[in-house]
């Protein structure tokens, strides 16, 4: 169902000792709200996190997961891993990972399928770079993400799918979409579905954006029809603003 949702990702920041400290503060200061709240802790942090957020509506969520069930994969981290720590909610293509772990649609695809294979919820995310915007390219640089890693899957798989667009030229360089611009593409993205999947799904799948979101701009581009929330880097990592950004949704 289309649900309002605000996400930290906190990336590779926070020790052990930091990340409590951070969940404890956003748990104390979290205030009345309808939205969805998650944070995604690195991997080695997952644990204690759960641990730290149990009586706590805040959802603990994965950056990454492999879809592989299972092997000789150094270094990664299976679905069953997750959920067996009680985390359900994994990000799947974050810009981070395609540009720096050379993570490609076909790659992304397995991932998707692999986690809703498990039951898992997907927060997917995909956006363009500066050379595509400048080009005229952004709009069809989108659609061929979605299309490659999602539009495989079935109508009943929607359920599972948030998505997260996010301009790879926004994130963590303090420059943001404008709310038009975010809007503009979070209506372009709901189109491409309903012409793939029909209005239900189209109208039910939340779509937030991210992109250098921060409390002197998150009203302004949460208050847009098409906009649902926010994936949020740099500012989830200090916890008054990322209240703040909870408080403008
Ligand atoms: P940012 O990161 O808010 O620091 O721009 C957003 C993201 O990468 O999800």
Same mark, same amino acid.
């Given at each position: 169902?289309?649900?309002?949702?605000?996400?930290?990702?906190?990336?590779?920041?926070?020790?052990?000792?930091?990340?409590?400290?951070?969940l404890?503060?956003?748990?104390?200061?979290?205030?009345?709200?309808?939205?969805?709240?998650? +944070?995604?802790?690195?991997?080695?942090?997952?644990?204690?996190?759960?641990?730290?957020?149990?009586?706590?509506?805040?959802? +603990?969520?994965?950056?990454?997961?492999?879809?592989?069930?299972?092997?000789?994969?150094?270094?990664?981290?299976?679905?069953?891993?997750? &959920?067996?720590?009680?985390?359900?909610?994994?990000?799947?293509?974050?810009?981070?990972?395609?540009?720096?772990?050379?993570?490609?649609? *076909?790659? &992304?695809?397995?991932?998707?399928?692999?986690?809703?294979?498990?039951?898992?919820?997907?927060?997917?995310?995909?956006?363009?770079?500066? *050379?595509?915007?400048?080009?005229?390219?952004?709009?069809?640089? +989108?659609?061929?993400q979605?299309?490659?890693?999602?539009?495989?899957?079935?109508?009943?798989?929607?359920?599972?799918?948030?998505?997260?667009?996010?301009?790879?030229?926004?994130?963590?360089?303090?420059?943001?979409?404008?709310? *038009?611009?975010?809007?503009?593409?979070?209506?372009?993205?709901?189109?491409?579905?309903?012409?793939?999947?029909?209005?239900?799904?189209?109208?039910?799948?939340?779509i937030?954006?991210?992109?250098?979101?921060?409390?002197?701009?998150?009203?302004?581009?949460?208050?847009?029809?098409?906009?649902?929330?926010?994936?949020?880097?740099?500012?989830?990592?200090?916890?008054?603003?990322?209240?703040?950004?909870?408080?403008?949704?």
């Amino acid at each position: 169902m289309r649900s309002k949702i605000v996400t930290g990702n906190w990336k590779m920041n926070k020790t052990a000792a930091q990340t409590e400290a951070l969940l404890a503060e956003l748990s104390g200061k979290l205030p009345d709200t309808e939205a969805e709240v998650m +944070v995604a802790p690195a991997f080695v942090n997952l644990t204690a996190a759960v641990r730290n957020l149990e009586s706590s509506t805040i959802e +603990v969520i994965a950056q990454n997961m492999h879809f592989a069930e299972s092997g000789a994969y150094t270094g990664e981290i299976s679905a069953d891993m997750l &959920l067996s720590i009680g985390i359900d909610t994994v990000i799947i293509g974050h810009s981070e990972r395609r540009a720096y772990f050379g993570e490609t649609d *076909e790659i &992304l695809a397995k991932k998707v399928v692999a986690a809703l294979e498990k039951n898992m919820r997907v927060m997917f995310c995909f956006g363009e770079e500066l *050379e595509d915007r400048k080009s005229d390219k952004h709009f069809s640089l +989108v659609e061929s993400q979605l299309k490659n890693a999602l539009f495989s899957l079935d109508a009943n798989s929607w359920g599972k799918i948030i998505l997260a667009y996010e301009p790879v030229w926004a994130i963590g360089t303090g420059e943001t979409a404008s709310p *038009e611009q975010a809007q503009e593409m979070h209506a372009f993205i709901r189109k491409t579905i309903l012409e793939a999947y029909g209005t239900s799904i189209a109208n039910s799948v939340s779509i937030l954006y991210g992109g250098s979101v921060k409390p002197a701009n998150a009203e302004e581009i949460f208050s847009k029809p098409d906009v649902d929330g926010g994936l949020i880097g740099g500012a989830s990592l200090v916890s008054d603003d990322f209240i703040a950004i909870i408080k403008a949704i």
